[in-house]
């Protein structure tokens, strides 16, 4: 079984907002050569996104909404591997919750529901287009 919570985060978006609380531009920072630098400078999401995302309130509020009662024991965001996401375990099962750029990479659908096994085959499918030969470039002229 796959670890999710246990692989450590590779950089911090910070929203950046107006006067009136409103998120209009985002940076990225991450360390280079033992050093904080802004290393990207632009939305990855919606603002709509961004916003729930970045609020520790506001994701608890979502996954008590999704999910209500149901014994839910850990949430994490996921910010590895390009995909960000909400992880959730509740008492019987793992859930994830995509916050990403590229929903359509992995056909689904931000903001839904999907167990955890559901989007590892949803990765694992996206990823197997490159084993194809067809789809490869020829690597080893």
Not at 65 to 82: E, P, W
Not at 88 to 98: A, D, M, R
Request: glycine fraction near 4%; aromatic fraction near 10%.
């Amino acid at each position: 079984m796959y670890n999710l919570t246990k692989m450590p985060s590779y950089f911090w978006e910070i929203p950046l907002k107006d006067d009136n609380g409103n998120i209009t531009n985002a940076i990225i920072v991450d360390k280079v050569k033992s050093k904080w630098q802004i290393v990207h400078i632009g939305l990855r999401f919606s603002p709509e996104l961004l916003t729930v995302y970045s609020d520790d309130t506001a994701v608890r509020e979502l996954v008590e909404n999704k999910f209500g009662d149901t014994g839910i024991s850990k949430i994490r965001r996921i910010t590895n591997l390009y995909f960000d996401g909400i992880y959730v375990k509740t008492s019987g099962q793992e859930y994830v919750i995509p916050v990403t750029a590229r929903p359509d990479l992995l056909g689904i659908k931000n903001m839904d529901v999907y167990t955890l096994e559901e989007m590892l085959a949803k990765c694992e499918k996206m990823l197997s287009q490159f084993s194809d030969s067809d789809n490869c470039a020829d690597q080893s002229q």
